[in-house]
Structures are given as C-alpha cells and as structure tokens.
C-alpha cells in the first residue's frame, strides 16, 4: 500500500525498517525503489550500502529465494549457511550458550552477538550456492557449513565455495587426494554386520520409547539400517574427521590442508560428520526426533559442538564490524 500510495502521488517516501514483509512489498510495488543497507560499526560509526533493487526483484521472482530468509539477512551482519531447519535450530540454541559462557567486557573470544548471526536453511548443499549468490547481491557477508560428505560432491562444493566469494584453485589437489581412498570399491557388508546395525537401531529405538507405534521416523531408521553399506561416505558422516584421517593415513596431512583451506574460502565443514553425529548417545535417529531429544539433553553444551561453534564464529566475525 506504501509503495502504491507513493507511485500514485509521485511521492518520495523514506521508510527505515528491520520487517522483511515490509521490504518484499515495496520490491513488488510499482514504485521506483532505492534501498540502503546501513551498517553500524563498533567505533559508531555508520556505513552505508546501497542495493541494486534488480537484484532484489530478482529474489523476489524465484520461488526457492523468495520463501527463504535471504533477505532476513539484511538485517543481520552474518549470514551462515546451514543444510536443514533442525540444523540452523540448533546451532542457534548453541551459539545461545556460546555466548552465555563467555566472559563480559573487553576479554570476550567472540563479540559477536548471536542476534547478529542468521543461520539461513537451504534444503541440502545444491542449494547453497544460489543462496549464497543472492546474499552476496546484497552486500551481506555469508558463510557456508555443510557436512563432511560434500566432499564427494565435487562440482556442488566448487559451486559454494565460489559462491561464498572464495577460490576453488588451491584446493584441488588436497580434494583429489583427499577423495580418492574414500571412493575406491568399498567391500559388501555380509550377514553379521547387517544384523549388529539393525539391532543397534532397534536398540536405540527401545530406549527411545519401548511402547512406541513401528512407523515414521522409527521405520526409516530400521530400513537405513538394513541397506548394505555400499560407499565409506556413511562412515564419514558418522565418525567425522577421524574417519578421513584413518582413510587418509599416508596422508592426513592432506585431510587438514583442504578442511583449513575450505574455512579460509568461507565453507566451514561439520567435523563430526553430521548434525546427529554430534550426539549418537540420545536414543533419537535422524529426523524430527532428534532435535527435540538433543535440545532436551543439553547436547547444545557439548564441548565438540561449541567447537564448531567457535569455528564458524573463527570465519564469520572477520567478515562483519564486530572484528578486532
């Protein structure tokens, strides 16, 4: 209405505002549009930047982008990219704590405050990099964390870390060595194996609830369990770096080379694996269980997870005002 108001009067209108709602109808008004991003720094001082409202139309015009929070990060200093909604739930729930354990006044690890990060769901790593492209289009710093098996996926994490603004180049012969042992034929899990993970996810399912309905979440566990592990990818995502160093061991220092040089472009790796292998000990597989019982045991508080906390924080803060 403010934008029809302004195009029917021929009227200039400065509206200043933190509601993205507000500023997706002024894109779709018929209005001419300038919009100014105003960022205050730490010494007071303000600066300005002023976005190309093409490039907010555009946003507007993609569906995947426009029913994202791409443009919540305009009122943020950070954006980090994060594959799932559970994911961002809990690192926000972490960086909550990070934050609370820190100690007041100028000694602070980590001044920035956890209401200046946005952590933006994408619905997997193919995602990414058209987010973070838009991101960028508005001038908002943005990194990427994914888990540890986009590194099977060559062209789709060249593609984030380019997005991101960092330079694939110099990682690519650390990749190549990296991969290839994990990607070499993997042997067929015979009988025994099979039988040890299923019960151990019939286990995990008991001691969740012994009385709860076979459906859902609780027979996706059972069938994922049951499916021959055909790629060592699985055992990344459930033991992490570890797991790449033991694959890698006539090489691991190829394995710190490219996660290090990942974080230096902008993509911030999940060092456990996965969400979930954060904590294996809840009684909760993947899906909408395992938030609810993670959050529920604190698992938030954990020093492995504040350590990918302080690694996203590592990335993250040099790129905003609040660097020292």
């Not at 033991?239 to 090489?251: A, C, I, M, S």
């Not at 492995?304 to 020292?324: G, H, K, M, N, Y």
């Amino acid at each position: 209405m403010l934008g029809k108001i302004a195009a029917d009067k021929r009227t200039q209108l400065i509206l200043a505002t933190h509601d993205r709602n507000i500023l997706a109808g002024l894109v779709n008004a018929e209005a001419p549009l300038t919009v100014v991003r105003l960022v205050r720094q730490q010494d007071n001082s303000t600066k300005a930047y002023q976005l190309k409202s093409d490039n907010l139309r555009d946003i507007m015009k993609d569906p995947i982008l426009k029913y994202s929070h791409v443009l919540d990060g305009l009122f943020h200093e950070v954006a980090i990219l994060a594959e799932a909604e559970r994911d961002c739930r809990f690192y926000e729930a972490a960086l909550d704590v990070h934050e609370t354990a820190l100690p007041a006044g100028p000694q602070q690890q980590s001044p920035l405050p956890a209401t200046e990060v946005l952590f933006i769901p994408t619905g997997g790593t193919s995602n990414m990099p058209r987010l973070a492209k838009a991101l960028k289009s508005l001038n908002v710093p943005v990194i990427a964390c994914a888990d540890l098996d986009v590194l099977d996926k060559k062209p789709v994490l060249k593609n984030i870390v380019e997005a991101v603004g960092g330079e694939w180049a110099g990682l690519d012969d650390d990749w190549k060595s990296v991969v290839a042992p994990l990607n070499a034929a993997a042997p067929t899990d015979n009988a025994v194996t099979v039988a040890e993970r299923v019960r151990g996810a019939f286990d995990a399912l008991i001691k969740q609830n012994p009385y709860a309905l076979f459906d859902g979440d609780a027979r996706k566990a059972i069938n994922v369990a049951m499916k021959a592990q055909s790629r060592p990818w699985d055992e990344v995502k459930h033991h992490g770096v570890p797991e790449l160093q033991r694959v890698n061991k006539e090489n691991p220092e190829a394995v710190s080379r490219l996660i290090n040089g990942l974080a230096t472009q902008g993509v911030v790796l999940v060092h456990v694996g996965e969400l979930e292998s954060f904590a294996h000990d809840i009684g909760a597989y993947k899906g909408k269980a395992w938030l609810p019982a993670a959050l529920a045991a604190d698992v938030q508080s954990r020093a492995v997870v504040q350590e990918q906390i302080q690694r996203l924080l590592d990335v993250a803060v040099p790129l905003t005002s609040w660097a020292v």
